[in-house]
T-cell receptor, first 112, second 113 residues
């Protein structure tokens, strides 16, 4: 069984740039969520996709957007990067609503 | 507004002893609680969960206790092992609210030989 995989593992961007992070869900999982974990904090919910539709969003501005593809892989896009966007971005998948999330190892984004 | 709180940023325990990690929440709509463990450079790994209709759930060395009236839960690890050294996150969600987890800030557990 393949787990959740994320790419890239590390990324350095400049303020104002745009970034795309990628995630492959665990096999059989049709729900994917994205979380942002700032240093010293717990993961914060960004949004969730189910069958290619966004079906939940946390307190993040519209410059954070996402996609889920028919094979249930997903992308997180962040436009107009700010220094505070520097964080670990975690992707998680689950098979049904309410079942435990399985997380990938994350993408460490640094904005300079 | 921190709806899930872990007030102890770190905990040090000797191998073989009990580790008790605590978590408090403020949102009474939460009805499902989970604990995740996180090693450096890895994503969080699901450990154990409990529904609000229960007050205890046990899985091997791990037991989670829920006190709804106090809005408090705890994770007991016994006996503690060096491999348990990690950051432990408490998380909660509301059934019907999708899988949106609200996490605490984590407790760094160190199990010493």
């Amino acid at each position: 069984e393949t787990g959740v995989t994320q790419s890239p593992t590390h990324l350095i961007k400049t303020r104002g740039q745009q970034v795309t992070l990628r995630c492959s869900s665990q096999s059989g999982h049709n729900t994917v969520s994205w979380y942002q974990q700032a240093l010293g904090q717990g993961p914060q919910f960004i949004f969730q996709y189910y069958r290619e539709e966004e079906n939940g969003r946390g307190n993040f501005p519209p410059r954070f957007s996402g996609l889920q593809f028919p094979n249930y892989s997903s992308e997180l896009n962040v436009n107009a990067l700010e220094l505070d966007d520097s964080a670990l971005y975690l992707c998680a998948s689950s098979s049904t609503a309410g079942s435990p999330l399985h997380f990938g190892n994350g993408t460490r984004l640094t904005v300079t | 507004d921190q709806q899930v709180k872990q007030n102890s940023p770190s905990l040090s325990v000797q191998e073989g002893r009990i580790s008790i990690l605590n978590c408090d929440y403020t949102n009474s709509m939460f009805d499902y609680f989970l604990w995740y463990k996180k090693y450096p450079a890895e994503g969080p790994t699901f450990l154990i969960s409990i529904s609000s209709i229960k007050d205890k759930n046990e899985d091997g060395r791990f037991t989670v206790f829920l006190n709804k009236s106090a809005k408090h839960l705890s994770l007991h690890i016994v006996p503690s092992q060096p491999g348990d050294s990690a950051v432990y996150f408490c998380a909660a969600f509301t059934t019907g609210g999708g899988n949106k987890l609200t996490f605490g800030t984590g407790t760094q557990l160190k199990v010493e030989l």
